[in-house]
């Protein structure tokens, strides 16, 4: 079982940044992908980004390529979403999900990545605010 506490959401003006941090309860957050995700008022749960177990892979919508940065501290069981350029469509809650990293490499294409329904393991997520 791993439970997972996002923090880090605010009020932010548009260009600005923000840091989300998610916790991970539990000894074996080192075996676990990380994805971050994101829900609108209105619309469907988007992907954001992933990282494989050791931190060495990430993984990222287009739309935050080059704005967002995924990273993890597997001594502290917290992985990371670095939001810089912040757009008011960037707007929303976002959640940080965890996946078994046991399977084979090739289970983990950026296709099943992006996809939430893989994911074991949710946070309540935390809301994040951009004013124009």
């Known amino acids: 079982q791993v439970q997972l506490v996002e923090s880090g959401g605010g009020l932010v003006q548009a260009g600005g940044s923000l840091r989300l941090s998610c916790a991970a309860s539990?000894?074996?957050?080192?075996?676990?992908?990380m994805g971050w995700f994101c829900q609108a008022p209105g619309k469907e749960r988007e992907f954001v980004a992933a990282?494989?177990?050791?931190?060495?892979?990430?993984y990222y919508a287009d739309s935050v390529k080059g704005r967002f940065t995924i990273s993890r501290d597997n001594a502290k069981n917290t992985v990371y979403l670095q939001m810089n350029s912040l757009k008011p469509e960037d707007a929303a809650v976002y959640y940080c999900?965890?996946?078994?990293?046991?399977?084979?490499?090739?289970?983990?294409?950026?296709?099943?990545?992006?996809?939430?329904?893989?994911?074991?393991?949710w946070g309540q997520g935390t809301q994040v605010t951009v004013s124009s």
């Open positions: 999900a965890a996946l078994w990293g046991g399977y084979s490499d090739d289970y983990y294409s950026y296709n099943r990545l992006r996809s939430g329904n893989v994911y074991d393991y």
């Open positions: 539990g000894r074996t957050f080192s075996s676990y992908f």
């Open positions: 990282i494989d177990w050791s931190g060495g892979k990430t």
